[in-house]
């Protein structure tokens, strides 16, 4: 925060607080500048601590416990209680937000939103006041000494993670490294660990500068990684491949990295899949062998997006793969020691079963999970004498054998499998862990997403709410994943549907994780497109489960859903205005002056959009909100916002502009680097944008043109989200206990 806008606004304070109708003075009298020179190191302390101050007026006497942070609030009240309780009035409210007293206004001015005060009466009694003043005094000097400390609940590593995973998925850039930050400083990961989601982060967005400057680039390259982290160097290493590539500009180029995937089940993206048929091709493997196996995986279309990669791929009706006589024991050791694993199971399928080559089959099944591996391990053990194998097979596959024994089995089955009545909590926990697992690879294959789209439908419909949550969120992960992995492949509109339904007629719990999660969902399906037909279903569906999110606390959720429904809702569609008024009915004068400021006036537009007038008492005119009024950008301040999401955008605009109007405020929706886009991040004086609803392209264009210069991100897609965005770029700027 500035420090002379710091300095104003406490001097300002202090003139309007001991003004009348306080009758005491801020000069002149010893006791009082003590009082007020604790109070004003209080407020300057970093971070800024409560402080209590005296009122006198019609000969009674008041104190005034001002809290700078509404996080301090019940443990300020417990204080007073314990120093001063038995000899005032404290009932334990504190002073009302809409409270029009002078002083009153004068804390509020100070403070913002972000604080509250309490508001002591003295009885008249000499002995009642001097024991509260000292008893504050006290208090005072205590918290000085200890200041609050916030209660910071670790969350569950795995949720982190998890939400980690979904930002990168929803391209939110800002949120992801927030996450990541929180991630990097958790003991509970290990330095690798911290490693591989660094470069995950960095590979998502494709900060390939960055990468190549990272520090422990080289140890990446070295340690022992999960497929994520291969995938991440894969992406790096073919950005920065020229668009026409040989196999020998490949090798040059990556000769650093090695065999980054050295199964076609480890591929993750589609830059992966070039890397694995480029490495294969180089090493002198078959073309017809190399897109076989893309095929079999579902990564030859993307393998074959790279024009250069797919005149070196032929892809013949069938590809001979039938073992033919022994095998070359210097070709399987040349393919083990350069990690290339389906080279090294395409000698071995040439090979005649023996016990002495099972443990080398047994460790490329377990690594690769690949049908190709589980087949042949399949075909050995019915060719060998199961009595002299079996303490072979039992020894390798003891921490890996649940996994494999999902690989093997149908991926529909096993999810039914793995919510069958009678299998325990233990058992079911370790099936879905394995079900995550193998997703990617699993429904990138021919048919398999539609399998287990067509069993998870019933299967939501016939389960209990607690094991209907857990379903849900496999599926999300599932669907997640994919989508990270290859983005809208065919049937992923299936299971995403699937999702929506089993989560609207089955899930009461009220979860806020799994209904934001949802949101990101049903923004991805309707961005891929939907007919009017499928879309009222799917509002449908939503307004069906919304019931435990019609309160106060969710309306930020809920206005956010609308807009997602209104940017893409086809012509035709007619169920949204039902979805959207059962939400924005629910505001009206009851509750509306204990919502936020700017969810108020979203809910305002939207409301008008669907013909509605919200039932809130007007407003004075020129009166806004204590929030807003703090702050105040000169005349002709550049606010530029930039969002997808065009209709969000023009909301936020019109919000800012009824708040600030003497404020420049324009939208920018481009999905390539145009002139304009470019000319605003260099112009603007605060540039707000919406990476949940942006075009990566226009993004990278906008952070490169805007050099240093700050950008602050939405939280979500919709116009609250970009206003509190432009509200936190103010305060940043001008401070926000700004007049």
Avoid at 190 to 219: C, G, I, M, P, V
Wanted: aromatic share 6%; glycine share 6%; proline share 5%.
């Amino acid at each position: 925060m500035n420090p002379t806008l710091l300095d104003t606004a406490w001097a300002k304070f202090i003139a309007a607080f001991f003004s009348l109708p306080n009758e005491i003075s801020a000069t002149g009298n010893d006791a009082v500048d003590r009082i007020i020179a604790q109070a004003e190191a209080a407020w300057f302390a970093n971070p800024a601590s409560p402080f209590a101050l005296p009122v006198r007026a019609s000969s009674w006497t008041y104190w005034y416990v001002i809290c700078p942070d509404q996080d301090q609030q019940l443990w300020i009240r417990d204080l007073i209680q314990a120093y001063v309780g038995s000899w005032t009035n404290f009932s334990g409210q504190p002073v009302p937000e809409d409270s029009d007293l002078p002083l009153d206004q004068a804390v509020r001015t100070l403070i913002g939103s972000q604080g509250c005060s309490y508001r002591l009466l003295i009885p008249r009694d000499a002995n009642a006041e001097a024991r509260v003043r000292q008893g504050l005094v006290r208090m005072t000097r205590s918290l000085a000494a200890r200041p609050y400390r916030r209660i910071n609940l670790a969350l569950p590593l795995g949720r982190l993670i998890g939400d980690f995973w979904d930002s990168c998925a929803s391209g939110a850039e800002a949120r992801t490294e927030e996450i990541l930050n929180v991630l990097e400083k958790d003991h509970r990961l290990s330095r690798a660990n911290k490693l591989f989601l660094r470069l995950q982060y960095l590979a998502t967005f494709e900060h390939w500068d960055r990468l190549e400057q990272f520090e422990e680039l080289s140890d990446l390259t070295r340690l022992d990684r999960p497929v994520m982290a291969s995938d991440a160097l894969a992406r790096l290493a073919m950005a920065r491949l020229p668009n026409t590539a040989s196999l020998t500009d490949f090798v040059q180029t990556t000769s650093a990295y090695g065999c980054l995937l050295g199964s076609a089940t480890m591929i993750r993206s589609a830059a992966g899949a070039q890397y694995y048929a480029y490495w294969s091709l180089s090493t002198g493997e078959s073309a017809e062998v190399v897109a076989a196996r893309l095929r079999e995986s579902g990564w030859l279309d993307q393998a074959n997006g790279r024009l250069d990669l797919a005149a070196l791929l032929s892809v013949p009706d069938a590809v001979d793969r039938t073992p033919t006589g022994d095998p070359d024991l210097d070709e399987l050791h040349l393919a083990l020691d350069g990690g290339r694993l389906d080279a090294a199971i395409e000698v071995l399928g040439r090979a005649t079963p023996s016990a002495t080559l099972l443990p080398v089959l047994l460790e490329l099944v377990t690594k690769t999970l690949s049908n190709r591996s589980i087949r042949l391990l399949q075909q050995w053990r019915e060719q060998l004498v199961e009595s002299d194998i079996q303490h072979i097979v039992s020894g390798q596959l003891t921490t890996s054998g649940y996994q494999v024994a999902i690989a093997s089995e149908p991926l529909g089955e096993t999810l039914k499998a793995a919510f069958a009545g009678g299998i325990s909590a233990t058992e079911r926990a370790r099936t879905t862990e394995g079900l995550r697992a193998q997703a990617v690879p699993r429904l990138m294959q021919a048919g398999v997403l539609r399998e287990v789209v067509d069993v998870a439908r019933p299967l939501s419909r016939s389960l209990d709410s607690s094991l209907l949550a857990d379903l849900i969120d496999l599926l999300l992960d599932m669907e997640r994943d994919l989508f990270l992995a290859a983005g809208d492949v065919p049937g992923i509109q299936g299971l995403r549907l699937t999702v929506i339904e089993a989560w609207a007629l089955g899930d009461d719990s009220g979860d806020r994780h799994r209904a934001t999660r949802l949101l990101d969902l049903v923004a991805r399906t309707l961005t891929t497109g939907v007919s009017a037909s499928v879309f009222d279903e799917l509002v449908e569906n939503l307004r069906a489960g919304w019931t435990a999110f019609l309160t106060d606390a969710d309306l930020s959720l809920g206005l956010e859903m609308i807009e997602v429904l209104v940017a893409t809702r086809p012509d035709a569609a007619v169920e949204l205005p039902t979805f959207a008024t059962q939400i924005l009915s629910r505001v009206g004068p009851h509750n509306a002056h204990r919502i936020n400021a700017v969810l108020l006036e979203t809910a305002k537009l939207l409301a008008s959009d669907f013909g509605l007038e919200l039932a809130i008492p007007p407003q004075p005119d020129g009166q806004v909100t204590a929030t807003i009024s703090q702050v105040r950008p000169p005349k002709g301040y550049f606010v530029a916002i930039y969002s997808l999401v065009e209709s969000a955008a023009n909301r936020a605009a019109a919000i800012v502009r009824h708040w600030y109007p003497e404020t420049r405020v324009e939208i920018f929706t481009d999905k390539v680097a145009s002139t304009a886009l470019r000319s605003a991040a260099k112009q603007a004086d605060l540039l707000v944008i919406a990476d949940r609803a942006a075009a990566h392209a226009a993004t990278d264009a906008l952070k490169k043109a805007r050099g240093r210069k700050p950008i602050h991100y939405a939280l979500g897609k919709g116009s609250a989200s970009l206003v509190e965005a432009v509200l936190t770029g103010f305060e940043a700027v001008f401070g926000r206990k700004a007049p």
